[in-house]
């Protein structure tokens, strides 16, 4: 399964960015589908999810500004992040979970959150 993300870029604090990845398959077919980030000397954290169905879950880091969501007819899982803060600052990658518990990861896209 290749994922290929894309919308990263540079902004400023408050500002907004939009994240899509696009899934080289049938998007319904996985279990779950979610984005990661991963800031500079730190772990890979979990920053949304949208899973069989659509249950959607959100790290309390981002409840409240960022949306996921995914175009089912385009095969793609996207990430809108609204009021960005300095500490959004990361690499942002896409994963799909399949139902064999098998993961996929896109190639991450950068985000920067500077004045």
């Known amino acids: 399964v290749q994922l290929q993300a894309s919308g990263g870029g540079s902004v400023q604090p408050g500002g907004s960015l939009r994240l899509s990845c696009t899934v080289f398959?049938?998007?319904?077919?996985?279990?779950?589908a979610r984005w990661y980030r991963q800031a500079p000397e730190k772990e890979r954290e979990f920053v949304a999810s949208?899973?069989?169905?659509?249950?959607?879950d959100y790290a309390d880091s981002v409840k409240g500004r960022f949306t996921i969501s995914r175009d089912i007819a385009k095969n793609t899982l996207n990430l809108q992040m609204n009021n960005l803060k300095p500490e959004d600052t990361a690499v942002y990658y896409c994963?799909?979970?399949?139902?064999?518990?098998?993961?996929?990861w896109g190639q991450g896209t950068q985000v920067t959150v500077s004045s």
């Open positions: 994963n799909v979970l399949t139902n064999s518990r098998r993961n996929y």
């Open positions: 398959s049938r998007i319904l077919s996985f279990r779950a």
């Open positions: 949208i899973s069989t169905g659509t249950n959607i």
